[in-house]
């Protein structure tokens, strides 16, 4: 007999995921502990465990996924080759209607031709940074950017510069990063440049002053200097790629607001209960969620598996942690909307410093 555990471990099921198809009368435990409620599985229903997985792997709809088990078991293989088949045939149209409609937004796109960030400037810019600010705005977004080669546009910092203020952001489409920081030096047009993350870590490496330093974008090229005569200096191309609209994506409704005790929530997160072997609706990479609610006294907490799920918001923890340690402080505010808008994480003096993470859906 394995447990729900050792079944989520050996099949690739998430035990949440385990729990669901319970209920749900697809994958049903060969016994159930009256007295605890655990959960028990016969050395057979491994088998079907895995053939749910691959099948809810490849989008087949639960209804079918009843029909191909029954007909696994019950060595009916004509049924479950011409449910296979049928639902192959539902993707491959669903996959040759969106290529129409990415034909189409190409299209569009081309007609368009309105990049989201500022052409190149012809004349340089020069700005005069304090060096502390320009190094906790760093540290506050370096954690969010991208890495995946399909999207070399998130595989930098965006340096935002606009007015008396520049703008930091780095995003990898799970989670977003935002700081500002004053600047001094510029009157003209709103500039914006995708900083590389290693042209981005050599500048910090040189923040260890309080001085000003001098940043410099001239064409695509972006230097940052130190020192009265510039003897210390990192400079590099930027990225040729836009970066997306990012205050777009910042523009959302008020929620309700939590503090937090970073150092206390930092370990009651890190040891506390998590939805163990999820597998991430986003691009199907598995993560341990933290599932996170506000209790009526106004405080955040850990829920656990008997939690409502509609009043409960899921992250991924690893994120989670990185935002907290990226948020520099004892003291943070939590920011929660609805299950399915991003939960933000925000200093509670600094408004313009902020993380996003974006929820993951739960499967019970």
Request: glycine share 10%; with cysteine.
């Amino acid at each position: 007999m394995r447990s729900i555990g050792e079944m989520a471990r050996d099949s690739g099921l998430g035990v949440s995921a385990l729990r669901f198809y319970d209920r749900a009368g697809v994958l049903v435990p060969h016994r159930v502990d009256p007295d605890s409620g655990y959960r028990w599985y016969a050395p057979g229903q491994l088998d079907e465990a895995r053939l749910l997985a691959r099948l809810r792997r490849a989008g087949m709809p639960l209804a079918d996924v009843r029909l191909v088990l029954a007909g696994w078991a019950g060595a009916e293989t004509d049924l479950v080759r011409r449910l296979l088949d049928a639902h192959l045939r539902r993707l491959e149209r669903g996959l040759s209607g969106a290529r129409a409609e990415f034909s189409t937004l190409r299209a569009l796109l081309d007609d368009r031709e309105n990049p989201m960030t500022s052409p190149r400037t012809t004349a340089p810019v020069r700005l005069s940074v304090p060096a502390p600010g320009l190094a906790a705005a760093l540290d506050a977004v370096r954690y969010a950017a991208g890495a995946d080669p399909e999207l070399p546009m998130l595989g930098g910092i965006l340096f935002d510069v606009e007015g008396d203020a520049l703008r930091l952001v780095a995003t990898d489409r799970y989670r977003m990063a935002v700081a500002r920081t004053a600047v001094d030096g510029h009157g003209g047009p709103r500039v914006q440049v995708t900083v590389p993350l290693a042209l981005a870590d050599a500048m910090r490496a040189l923040l260890d002053g309080e001085a000003e330093v001098r940043l410099t974008v001239d064409g695509d090229r972006v230097t940052l200097e130190t020192g009265g005569t510039g003897e210390r200096q990192a400079a590099g191309q930027v990225l040729g790629h836009d970066f997306p609209d990012y205050r777009r994506l910042v523009r959302l409704p008020a929620g309700r607001r939590a503090p937090v005790d970073v150092p206390a929530f930092r370990e009651a997160v890190r040891t506390g209960p998590v939805r163990a072997g999820e597998v991430r609706a986003q691009d199907g990479v598995p993560c341990d969620l933290s599932v996170l609610e506000v209790t009526a006294d106004g405080s955040v907490a850990l829920a656990g598996d008997g939690a409502d799920d509609r009043e409960v918001v899921a992250v991924n923890r690893a994120f989670l942690l990185d935002a907290l340690a990226a948020g520099a402080g004892d003291r943070l505010v939590l920011e929660f909307g609805a299950p399915t808008a991003p939960l933000v994480i925000r200093r509670p003096d600094d408004e313009h410093t902020f993380s996003l993470l974006m929820p993951v859906r739960l499967e019970n």
